[in-house]
């Protein structure tokens, strides 16, 4: 069994992260998990939450706000809609992705109307898990 997994984290904007991890905690659509080297494989979306990485260098967090996991034997690659590191995320970052997100909710049509809630709700207990 391997102890480390090749993990990438890329977003439209850019890449933020190429490394080899020992597990990767997922917010997934459908729960919280955690890949681990040899997983079977899964590929599931993301909902608005942290992602965290633990690696030889330590433990970093990234606000990622949906997009998708690829999980497999030999690693884990995420796709995030939007990515930021947690240590650089502000309030007004915040601010901004929620109020988005309330329009979308605003507009949504009645078929959509409880995912886009769900989004908000989301995106707020995101907020809170930062502390911003």
């Not at 997994?5 to 997934?28: C, H, K, N, T, Y």
């Not at 965290?52 to 690659?77: H, R």
């Not at 502000?90 to 886009?116: P, Q, S």
Request: hydrophobic residues 50%.
């Amino acid at each position: 069994m391997a102890q480390t997994m090749q993990f990438d984290l890329v977003s439209p904007e850019r890449a933020l992260a190429s490394l080899q991890a020992v597990a990767v905690q997922i917010p997934g659509a459908d729960g919280d998990m955690t890949a681990m080297p040899d997983h079977a494989p899964t590929i599931t979306t993301l909902r608005p939450g942290l992602l965290t990485v633990e690696s030889a260098e330590g433990t970093t967090s990234y606000a990622v706000t949906g997009g998708f996991a690829d999980i497999n034997a030999e690693g884990t690659s995420v796709l995030a809609e939007k990515a930021i590191p947690a240590a650089d995320i502000t309030a007004a970052d915040m601010d901004g992705l929620i109020d988005l997100a309330k329009e979308t909710a605003a507009t949504a049509t009645a078929e959509n109307k409880d995912a886009a809630a769900k989004n908000v709700a989301d995106l707020e207990a995101l907020r809170a898990a930062l502390n911003v």
